[in-house]
């Protein structure tokens, strides 16, 4: 009879341990209550929960977790209808918090975020959600973190998925997308034609400038031209007024023919005059050329050398 006692017993105890031993996995945190009353969190490992004064409360997964928020219709602040989901990052940090501070912690955040998102987005114009995404994502994430942090929790990332405006603000979107490209070839087609224009009047300046520089530089030597024809021909006319005054009278003489000469050219090259008629006295020419001939003896000396200056005289005073 004792020994049957003694083995009862024996696997009572057994069964009772057993009961009591509980291995928390890593990631995890087991909330302890003794008579339903939380007292202590167990960490991973090896532990031992006294049976029937103690239990384990409740499983908390201590790992960053994703939650879908189910997609929604939102009317934005410009009364458009656009579909919206997204996900939440969130990780507990407090076991006890997030089992007893709030009922169905997973259904809590979801309710939250879908609420803020709709307060969010309400509060833009169409293109503000469709172009401010980064914008909607930090503000959830400021109002859902802040809501959520007596619950032991924090909200790592709020991001949207997908955001789907009707077909109708799609093809109008579409048309206004095309028709802004449209504008903007247009502009720069017409700013290509501008500075075309600009370079265009810009090299017919600088032609015009080096053209009216090369007439400057032309005129300026023309009029250098004539005003050294001018100085010679004043020489000229100097040279024969010298030897006039010195009692040569072919000087006069070569100065006619040369002039004569000149305008029987000028006769004989115009271009009006087929055939010239006027009286020309042959010895009178051959008079003027011998005369021209004479001035140059006389310039340069009977026998070809230049005539020298006569001695002066010395004059004996009289007694």
């Given amino acids: 009879m004792l020994p049957l006692f003694l083995l009862v017993l024996v696997v009572l105890v057994a069964i009772y341990i057993m009961m009591g031993v509980k291995i928390v996995r890593q990631g995890y945190r087991y909330t302890i209550e003794h008579f339903g009353r939380y007292v202590r969190t167990a960490e991973p490992g090896f532990h031992f929960i006294a049976p029937f004064f103690y239990r384990v409360g409740q499983k908390v997964n201590m790992m960053e977790q994703v939650l879908d928020i189910p997609g929604q219709e939102i009317i934005t602040k410009d009364n458009a209808m656009v579909a919206v989901d997204g996900v939440v990052f969130f990780q507990t940090l407090d076991a006890a918090k997030a089992a007893y501070e709030v009922f169905d912690l997973y259904s809590s955040i979801m309710a939250l975020s879908t609420t803020n998102l709709r307060t969010v987005m309400g509060s833009m114009d169409l293109d503000e ?27 790592t990332r709020v991001e949207l998925k997908d955001i789907r405006p009707p077909a109708d603000i799609v093809t109008a979107m579409t048309r206004q997308m095309k028709a802004e490209r449209e504008k903007r070839a247009a502009i720069l087609e017409s700013e290509g034609m501008r500075q075309s224009e600009i370079l265009r009047a810009e090299g017919e300046k600088q032609a015009n400038i080096l053209q009216a520089e090369g007439l400057k530089e032309a005129a300026f030597r023309a009029a ?15 040279a024969v007024s010298d030897a006039i005054e010195g009692g040569s009278s072919q000087a006069i003489n070569y100065f006619i023919a040369q002039k004569y000469v000149e305008a029987i050219g000028a006769f004989a090259t115009s271009p009006n005059a087929k055939t010239i008629l006027f009286p020309v006295e042959a010895t009178q020419l051959i008079g003027t050329l011998g005369g021209i001939g004479e001035l140059a003896r006389d310039a340069l000396g009977r026998d070809g050398s230049p005539p020298t200056a006569p001695a002066p005289t010395r004059s004996v005073p009289r007694r």
């Fill in 129 to 155: 959600t469709l172009s401010k995404r980064d914008e909607i994502n930090a503000r959830l994430l400021a109002v859902v973190d802040q809501a959520t942090e007596s619950w032991g929790v924090k909200i």
């Fill in 224 to 238: 250098e031209a004539r005003e050294r024809s001018a100085e010679a021909e004043a020489n000229a006319t100097k």
